[in-house]
């Protein structure tokens, strides 16, 4: 049985990556030998359609990798898209969160450090009274 789905991830250096089926579920492991020999290497985000086998691990692998056509593409993109726009939207707030957090740290240091400096600074630079 075929599924479609989108490279996720690749490691040039080591060979392998990960797909993700468009119907969602599991990202499923994926080598360079699976990819089609038509002289492109394979392509974050490249809309594939792929066979699922278990491996000698154990494990689900994609094999007899075929690239889709161009007209498939677009609309495998779109429903990846879905799912990847997600991950964007979980991602950006997430890093607000952070900023956030780093904000209310900063101002708790200055805060706190201003309390103890400024009894120590105003006892150093005594106010002349009377003139």
Known sequence: MRFEGVLSA?????GYGTIRPLGGGEEVFVALAAFPTDGEGPRLDEPLSFEIVTGRDGRKQAVSLKRLPRLQQHSAMREAA??????VRQA???????LAAGAVVAV???????????????????VRAGR
């Open 10 to 14: 690749w490691n040039h250096d080591a």
């Open 92 to 98: 950006r707030r997430k890093r607000r969160l952070s």
């Open 108 to 126: 708790l240091l200055v805060a706190v450090g201003g309390a103890h400096w400024w009894p120590h600074a105003a006892s150093d630079n005594p």
């Open 82 to 87: 879905g799912v990847g726009s997600l991950r």
